[in-house]
């Protein structure tokens, strides 16, 4: 699934903060030390329940775009990043493609910033994660390209929002 929107630029100002080590994989792998970027600012924690939510979040939204389920999707994005979704779901429709995503499994995250707004808490994720991406004629549903029917890695930012019913959703996509 490529990239969709990009985070927003305007935030509030960050303390420092220094997330807990990661007790485990993926967030950092098994004893792993954690190492912020240089750049990396934070105002709110982000716990090991917002990390079983994102790596959960991550399975479930690559799920539904494969089976493009629109309204799981709406369940767990934003309208603005449904909106890029629905128009790629829509611009293979239209070609007479559907892509099948599966297998997602996440490799490794970290927490590059977290901070709270009077619209919600956010968290920006280093995502990286292996999924089995392939493009298929919706008629036949035979591959249209080999080659993509392996495996492959992916490194993409994905920023999620919290309101105030506590539940984590997919706010933006941005590919490294």
Do not use: H
């Not at 080590?21 to 792998?29: C, D, K, L």
């Not at 099948?100 to 009077?118: C, F, I, K, M, Q």
């Not at 920006?124 to 035979?142: F, K, N, P, Q």
């Amino acid at each position: 699934m490529p990239a969709a929107a990009e985070p927003a630029d305007e935030r509030n100002s960050f303390t420092g903060y220094a997330p807990p080590a990661p007790t485990g994989r993926p967030w950092g792998g098994p004893g792993a030390p954690y190492k912020p970027a240089a750049d990396q600012r934070t105002d709110i924690p982000v716990t090991a329940s917002d990390q079983r939510d994102f790596e959960c979040l991550l399975i479930d939204i690559q799920d539904a775009f494969g089976r493009e389920d629109y309204a799981r999707l709406r369940q767990l994005t934003t309208p603005e990043i449904m909106s890029y979704l629905s128009e790629e779901l829509s611009q293979n429709a239209t070609r007479g493609l559907r892509n099948g995503v599966t297998n997602t499994r996440l490799l490794d995250a970290e927490v590059s910033e977290a901070w709270r707004e009077a619209s919600g808490e956010y968290a920006t994720i280093a995502m990286r994660y292996e999924s089995r991406d392939v493009m298929l004629d919706r008629a036949s549903g035979a591959i249209k390209d080999m080659a993509l029917g392996n495996i492959t890695e992916t490194l993409e930012y994905w920023t999620f929002v919290r309101g105030g019913n506590g539940l984590w959703k997919l706010s933006a996509i941005q590919e490294t």
